[in-house]
C-alpha cells in the first residue's frame, strides 16, 4: 500500500471512531454517510463534515432528523446531504 493509500485509511479509521456518537440514531446516519458518501463527496464538503461531528450530538439530532440547521452555510449544506443520504438510503425505522 502506498504511503497516501495508509494516510487516507487512517483518517478514514479516526472519521469512524468520530462519527461514533451517544446516539444510535447518530450512529447509523453518520457511518452510513462516510462508508456510503464521504469519498464522494468535494474537498471542502469533508472539511465541513469533519467540522460538523465536532457539534453536540442534540445539534445533530436536530440537525439530521429534525427541522434546524447549523448557521454557517458549509455546515447547513453538509448537514443537508447528510439528512438527504439518510432519507434515501435508511430504512424509516433505522433512524
Given at each position: ?12 479509521q479516526?472519521?469512524?471512531?468520530s ?5 444510535s ?5 453518520l457511518?452510513?454517510?462516510l ?5 464522494c ?15 453536540p450530538?442534540?445539534?445533530?439530532f436536530?440537525f ?18 447528510v439528512r438527504?443520504h ?10
Amino acid at each position: 500500500m502506498k504511503p497516501q493509500s495508509d494516510h487516507n485509511l487512517n483518517e478514514l479509521q479516526r472519521l469512524a471512531w468520530s462519527c461514533r456518537r451517544g446516539m444510535s440514531e447518530l450512529d447509523v446516519i453518520l457511518t452510513h454517510f462516510l462508508r456510503e458518501a464521504f469519498t464522494c463527496i468535494n474537498p471542502e464538503q469533508k472539511q465541513a463534515f469533519i467540522e460538523l461531528l465536532a457539534y453536540p450530538d442534540p445539534d445533530l439530532f436536530a440537525f439530521f432528523l429534525g427541522g434546524s440547521l447549523p448557521d454557517y452555510p458549509s455546515h447547513a449544506e453538509i448537514a443537508l446531504l447528510v439528512r438527504d443520504h439518510a432519507r434515501k438510503k435508511l430504512p424509516n425505522q433505522a433512524i
